[in-house]
């Protein structure tokens, strides 16, 4: 159900999945200079529980990549999230707030070696890999730990697809279970990636039934793996529509069912956008409107360099809900702007032929909805322009950091 707020002049109807904790006017309260980004936690709470009550049976792995916030982690660990860690760093993260490093999975397909000594001398068993060169240095550095290879599968259903950089195709997989185990390590499971964002469930299907093809093959190879792990690429709703936690497990649940030769003890997913994105807001000021060649343009102190990298990577086809502070934001006519950063770099550019308030002028606010994965992760002070500060509202961890 859309919800409707009491705005000054008229009442402001938000898209529905838009948190109400996350209103303009209770932005506008938030006294943070700009920019600055603003996170619900109880929003994050409810999409885990969303989640999991969609997959039961499947134990969540937060893949912390996409926002580390120790807010968000603390909300998530005290929920009983595991979590996901391409880094040494990361899992220093998460030590530092107390989560167990057995409770977490190492799934950075190629990793330093030094990190892997260390993770493995914290309490880290489980380290993914996909290659012969990986499985080599899992073996010196990690002796005896439990690894997961990762399947190479179709991730053309998604915005951003992974499987050129990592992946082993099927019959690599198999023969990389094998060499684990003569390496002394223990062939653990198997995971795959259907990109980030990926907006088609048969994605899921596709790539379970590849993972049983797997599991099958090595069965007959006398290995018997205990975990299947979804990966990640569970959407978040930005602009247009994306299939529900529902919707994917619709997919996903039968697809578990029909796996051959058997199903495994565990099951794992690595979710990260679709925990955070919509449950953050990204406020920023205007910091000046121009008409060039006929354009109107509108300049922000928040630019790609600073927080809105993923508009870099998708060519400025990533869409992001948009509103603005303007009293009469719902009833006054709309125009076109391009939307552009503080820096003085021209590919700085976010948007282009984005509606906003013909009234639009400097000092005035837009508010960036969806905005709680890859932001703060990707975000510099290029140019000198800062980065956006965290503040977390709905939860006992609510205030800026």
Known sequence: MTA???????????????????????????????????????????????????????????????????????????????????????????????????????????????????????????????????????????????????????????????????????HEARALLLLARELGLRPYGVTFHVGSQCKSTSAWRQAIAAAGRLMAAAERDGVTLEMLNLGGGFPARYVEAVPTAPDVAATILPALDELLPYRPAVLAAEPGRHL???????????????????????????????????????????????????????????????????SCDSSDTMFYGIPLPATISEGDRIYIGSAGAYTLSYASGFNGFPPPAPVFVGGSHAGRR
């Open 4 to 170: 409707v707020l009491a705005d000054h002049h008229a009442r402001v109807s938000l898209p529905p999945h838009w948190p109400a904790a996350l209103a303009p006017q209770r932005l506008a309260a938030i006294e943070t200079p700009t920019p600055y980004l603003v996170t619900d936690l109880s929003t994050v709470a409810d999409r885990y529980g969303r989640l999991t009550a969609a997959l039961p049976g499947v134990q969540p792995y937060y893949a912390m990549k996409c926002n580390s916030s120790p807010e968000i982690l603390q909300t998530l660990a005290g929920l009983g999230a595991g979590f996901e860690v391409a880094s040494l760093g990361e899992l220093k993260m998460l030590q530092y707030i107390g989560v167990d490093p057995a409770d977490v999975l190492y799934s950075n397909p190629i990793k330093p070696a030094a990190h892997i000594a260390a993770a493995h001398a914290a309490g880290l068993w489980r380290f993914s890999f996909d290659s012969e060169g990986e499985l080599r240095k899992l073996a010196l550095h990690a002796p005896g730990a439990a690894v997961y290879v990762r399947l190479r599968v179709d991730d053309s259903n998604a915005i951003f697809p992974l499987s050129r950089k990592f992946g082993a195709e099927a």
């Open 276 to 342: 955070v994105a919509e449950s953050a807001v990204l406020v920023a000021t205007v910091l000046g409107r121009e008409v060039r060649a006929g354009e109107n343009w509108v300049y922000l102190d928040v630019g790609a360099y600073n927080g809105l990298m993923e508009t870099q990577q998708t060519v400025n086809q990533w869409r992001f809900p948009l509103w603005s502070s303007r009293p009469d934001h719902a009833v006054v006519a709309h125009l076109p702007f391009t939307v552009t950063g503080p």
